[in-house]
Nanobody, 124 residues
Framework: QVQLAESGGGLVQAGGSLTLSCVAS????????MGWFRQAPGKAREFVAA????????NYADSVKGRFTVSSDNAKNTVHLQMNDLKPEDTAVYYC?????????????????WGQGTQVTVSS
C-alpha cells in the first residue's frame, strides 16, 4: 500500500509561481508512475501531468504545457509540480496519485492511491 501527502499549495497572484510536492511512503517509490490531477469547484477531476518512476515525463495536459513541470526525486520518495505563469483558471485542489500497475496513463482509473489534496488559488 502507498500513502501520499501533498504540500505547497496556497494563494498566488496571476502570473506567479508555486511548487507542489508529494511524498510517498509505504512501498518502494521507484516501482510505479506518479500523476498530478486537479479538481476545480463544480468540475470533474482532470489530469495535469504524469511521470514514470525512472523520471521520464509521460504527459502533460495541453492546458499546462509550457507552464508546469513535473519532476521526481527517488532518493526522497518525492514528486514535484513546478507551476509557473499561473492563471485564475488553474485554481483547484491538486492531487497526486500513484499508478501501481504501470499504466502510464492520464486516466483517473489507472491510479490506485491518492493524496488528500492541496488547494491552489490564483487571484486575478
Amino acid at each position: 500500500q502507498v500513502q501520499l501527502a501533498e504540500s505547497g499549495g496556497g494563494l498566488v497572484q496571476a502570473g506567479g509561481s508555486l511548487t507542489l510536492s508529494c511524498v510517498a511512503s509505504g512501498r518502494t517509490f521507484n516501482a510505479y508512475n506518479m500523476g498530478w490531477f486537479r479538481q476545480a469547484p463544480g468540475k470533474a477531476r482532470e489530469f495535469v501531468a504524469a511521470i514514470s518512476w525512472t523520471g521520464i515525463i509521460i504527459n502533460y495536459a495541453d492546458s499546462v504545457k509550457g507552464r508546469f513541470t513535473v519532476s521526481s526525486d527517488n532518493a526522497k520518495n518525492t514528486v514535484h509540480l513546478q507551476m509557473n505563469d499561473l492563471k485564475p483558471e488553474d485554481t483547484a485542489v491538486y492531487y497526486c496519485a500513484a499508478d501501481l500497475r504501470g499504466w502510464g496513463s492520464d486516466r483517473i482509473s489507472a491510479y490506485d492511491a491518492w493524496g488528500q489534496g492541496t488547494q491552489v488559488t490564483v487571484s486575478s
